[in-house]
Structure formats: structure tokens, C-alpha cells
């Protein structure tokens, strides 16, 4: 894995007349594990949207090294097609030669035939994370990863992000929920 770093220097984000935050500064790398959180709207999403390149700062910069590889309530995953296909999919336009991450790991295997439209919430977030390992991306920025979840659910991606940093990637997690993992550092956004 490439290793990742994820800089902001004095970033600042403005959503319609309102500036949410200023001066923000970070530096994330290989192995660290960032919880953003905060009360709503005070621009947790905003933050992660910037650090991916999907909205430009109002000020500042973003410095990216390494891939991004994002979770939030969109699964991305076609409604119609039964969830193997879907992943499939996603496999060949990801680019991923040799997936290796068995759906069996996010307890989603015997949901293969199963159309996406009619897994639950908490399926379709387990069904995200099977694309989102098999990218192998270095910087993860996930947005209420844990929303959804059944408690072995959130045990089990609480487990993945700490090994996704121990193995030298980098998360960022937006969530009202406590991230159970050892290492994690926590920013409150409007603090
Ligand atoms: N496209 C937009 N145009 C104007 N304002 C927006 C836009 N998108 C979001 N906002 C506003 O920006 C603010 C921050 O939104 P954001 O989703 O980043 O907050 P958040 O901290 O993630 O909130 P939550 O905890 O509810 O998920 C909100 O007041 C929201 O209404």
C-alpha cells in the first residue's frame, strides 16, 4: 500500500452565506485514525467532502498522497441487480484485478442472491465495506460508518479500521458515536 498523508493547512469551508470553520489544520498519516465529530450541521460531512477533493475550500489547501476510498449512506450498489452482481460490478470498474475480501468477513455471503433493494440498512453498509476492502485504498474518509449497524456490525468495522491503521493506511471518521478502537484521536468541530 502506498502510504497516505492527508495535510490541511488554514482550510476553511463556507455551505451558502455561512462560514462552518476556519483555520482548520491537520497532517494524518500512515497509521493514524481521526474522529471528527460534533453537534449537527456544524460541518463534519463538509470537512470530509474537502478532504476528498469533492468541494473546493473556501480558503486554504488540501494535500492528498494515496487513494481515496469513501463510505456514507449511499452504498452505490445498482437496487436491481442481486448483491454478487453489484459487487462484481464495482470489482471491474474499480479496477480490482483480484478482489481477496470474502463477503463471508462482513457476515454478507448469504446475501449474494439477494436483489440490493431489498437488504436492510445495516446489510447494505456491510455490503459497502466488502468494496471498499477489496480497493485496497490507503486513505479512508467515512462518513457515520457505524449508522445502521447491529452491535457485531459496528464491532466489526471498529476491528477493520483499526487494522486498515495498523497496516499503515489512514481513516478519517465522521460519527456521533464513540469509534471503539485504541489510537484514535477525536476533533470536535465547533469546540
Ligand atoms: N449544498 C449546500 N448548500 C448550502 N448549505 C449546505 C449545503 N450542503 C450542506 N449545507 C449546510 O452546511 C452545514 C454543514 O453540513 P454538514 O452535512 O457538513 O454537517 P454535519 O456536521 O456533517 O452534520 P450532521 O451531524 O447532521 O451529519 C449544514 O448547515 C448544511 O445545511
Redesign the pocket.
Known amino acids: 500500500m502506498q502510504a497516505p498523508r492527508l495535510i490541511a493547512s488554514d482550510l476553511a ?1 463556507r ?2 452565506d ?1 462560514v ?1 470553520f476556519a483555520g482548520l489544520e491537520l497532517d494524518l498519516r500512515p497509521g493514524d485514525a481521526l474522529h471528527l465529530a ?12 474537502l478532504l476528498a477533493g469533492l468541494m473546493r475550500p473556501f480558503a486554504g489547501s488540501v494535500e492528498r498522497e494515496g487513494a481515496v476510498g469513501w463510505i456514507d449512506e449511499h452504498s452505490a450498489l445498482d437496487p436491481d441487480l442481486p448483491l454478487g452482481t453489484a459487487l462484481r460490478f464495482w470489482e471491474r470498474v474499480d479496477g480490482c484485478t483480484a478482489p481477496d475480501i470474502n463477503p463471508q468477513l462482513l457476515g454478507v455471503d448469504h446475501l449474494l442472491d439477494v436483489p440490493v433493494r431489498y437488504l436492510s440498512t445495516g446489510q447494505r453498509k456491510r455490503a459497502a465495506f466488502v468494496r471498499l476492502l477489496n480497493r485496497h485504498c490507503p486513505i479512508w474518509l467515512l ?2 460508518p457505524l449508522n445502521g449497524l447491529d452491535s457485531d456490525g459496528a464491532a466489526k468495522i471498529e476491528a477493520l479500521i483499526a487494522l486498515h491503521c495498523g497496516g499503515g493506511g489512514l481513516c478519517v471518521v ?1 460519527s ?1 458515536q464513540p469509534i471503539g478502537i485504541d489510537r484514535v484521536t477525536r476533533m470536535e ?1 465547533g469546540a
Open positions: 469551508c455551505r451558502g455561512r462552518l460534533g453537534p449537527n450541521g456544524v460541518g463534519k460531512t463538509s470537512l470530509l467532502r462518513d457515520e465522521a456521533h468541530l
